[in-house]
């Protein structure tokens, strides 16, 4: 169990190597804690234990050193992440592959507060009175989470986490390490590039989450993209015949869809919140059986604790504060007028209105990214993802045009290492020879 623990003569730099063993549940994996300040602007002051596990390179003799990974979420687990089969062969023969669990996740003190959250207005709100309710009942559960969850809920944001990732490469020995970060995970490698760029060999953040977006891109570049992957899967449909709605208007079907939600349990909210996991897979198939209702709805599952540490991260490390009624109408119609075929982002939309009612300034504000310590970070996104829109990598290159190089995959759903044979090639050849991958990967059909 991780505890927080009381120290003397804290210092702000561990020096202590950490204590492996095999890890319970994976005798390939070694498992261990990395002991932090709570508060890293008091390092003296009391310290907590991280979860951390790594996967030995399995070719000693050819090791390049630590590659630091971390799955995203924020929720996912990167201890697991770490001894997971993700990563190609000679990725895992050249590098030792460690992940730490975030803060607030996993063996990292983790926040569970889901059971505080049933009976939640809706997130939708109507009018001024709706909006209170909402307000109430995110005020009431964020005092209760941080009242159970203790201190570590006011110290996880991304630029702590940053500092843990620091702490580990430290203790690991190692005067650099390469990460590999994933969806929200490419925050905490931005501000790890930020921070500590010098102590970085190499860097791929796949999926990126644009830690320079305000509120109004946060929502509205998610809600554009969710539409710009709703309409590839209308091409799908227009020039494949196993599509269920082959030569039908499939909009046309997909609005006669939402009406016909409207009267039943879950309400078109249900619907919609399913097509984006549909396109977010990209699972075709099942998005044209929503449509049809020849499918029921799903339930969709985020990481363990996603929910809660949402609270406690993404709600620091972004200005997502909608004051009252009045600014969620401005941020609603920005939304639907970017994506009039889906209404939103189910994540953006979700995560926005989660916020609300948190006090003060985020810990860890959006800013414009400063990586002028940093070798040259690969950027990796798929064209069409509703999750982390392509223009948020377009951006990240945009703001840093010499110490980025952007591959793009040209097709579809979250997450692109392991689309193709180009992509996972392209980013192994960045990471094990620092060779700059190529501009783009072809679509594979999913």
């Not at 623990?5 to 261990?32: K, L, Y």
């Not at 909009?251 to 977010?280: I, K, P, T």
């Not at 540490?309 to 609603?332: G, H, K, P, T, W």
């Not at 223009?391 to 980025?404: D, G, M, S």
Request: net charge negative.
């Amino acid at each position: 169990m991780v505890l927080v623990i009381s120290a003397g003569a804290a210092h702000a730099e561990p020096a202590d190597p950490i204590s492996w063993a095999p890890c319970p549940d994976n005798p390939e994996g070694q498992c261990g804690t990395l002991t932090v300040p709570l508060d890293w602007a008091r390092p003296g002051g009391p310290r907590i234990d991280l979860a951390i596990a790594r996967h030995q390179a399995t070719d000693p003799a050819r090791r390049l050193g630590v590659l630091v990974v971390d799955p995203g979420g924020p929720g996912g687990s990167a201890a697991e992440f770490a001894l997971s089969r993700l990563f190609s062969p000679e990725v895992r023969a050249r590098f030792d592959i460690v992940g730490v669990d975030q803060r607030g996740t996993g063996g990292s003190l983790a926040i569970r507060c889901a059971d505080l959250m049933p009976g939640q207005p809706s997130v939708h709100p109507q009018d001024e009175a709706a909006f209170a309710a909402l307000l109430r009942h995110n005020q009431t559960v964020l005092a209760q989470c941080r009242e159970r969850s203790g201190p570590v809920f006011d110290h996880a944001d991304g630029a702590t986490v940053a500092r843990d990732l620091d702490a580990a490469r430290r203790a690991l020995g190692e005067k650099r390490i390469s990460y590999f970060g994933l969806s929200y995970g490419t925050t905490f490698g931005q501000v790890y590039a930020e921070k500590f760029g010098r102590h970085l060999r190499a860097m791929v953040l796949d999926s990126v989450v644009d830690h320079s977006a305000d509120l109004r891109r946060f929502v509205g570049d998610r809600a554009a993209a969710s539409d710009d992957s709703f309409r590839e899967f209308e091409k799908w449909c227009e020039s494949t015949t196993s599509c269920v709605l082959h030569g039908q208007d499939v909009r046309a079907a997909w609005e006669a869809a939402l009406v016909r939600a409207d009267g039943e349990r879950g309400g078109r909210q249900r619907l919609l919140d399913d097509m984006y996991f549909a396109l977010r897979g990209p699972d075709w198939l099942y998005a044209a059986d929503l449509i049809t209702g020849a499918s029921v709805l799903r339930t969709q599952d985020f990481e363990p604790n996603y929910e809660s540490v949402v609270l406690a991260s993404v709600c620091q490390d972004f200005s997502l504060r909608i004051r009252n009624f009045r600014e969620y109408e401005r941020f609603r119609a920005e939304e639907l007028r970017r994506s009039p075929i889906m209404r939103g982002s189910f994540l953006g939309h979700d995560e926005a209105t989660a916020c609300i009612g948190v006090p003060g300034r985020p810990a860890n504000p959006p800013h414009r990214l400063d990586i002028g310590d940093a070798p040259k970070i690969m950027v990796i996104n798929s064209r069409y993802d509703p999750t982390t829109p392509h223009e948020w990598a377009v951006n990240i290159k945009r703001q840093a045009p010499r110490n980025t190089a952007l591959l793009t995959y040209e097709g579809w759903g979250h997450i692109a290492y392991p689309r193709s044979a180009c992509t996972r090639t392209s980013v192994d050849s960045y990471l094990i020879d620092l060779k700059t991958p190529a501009v783009s990967c072809p679509a594979v059909l999913p």
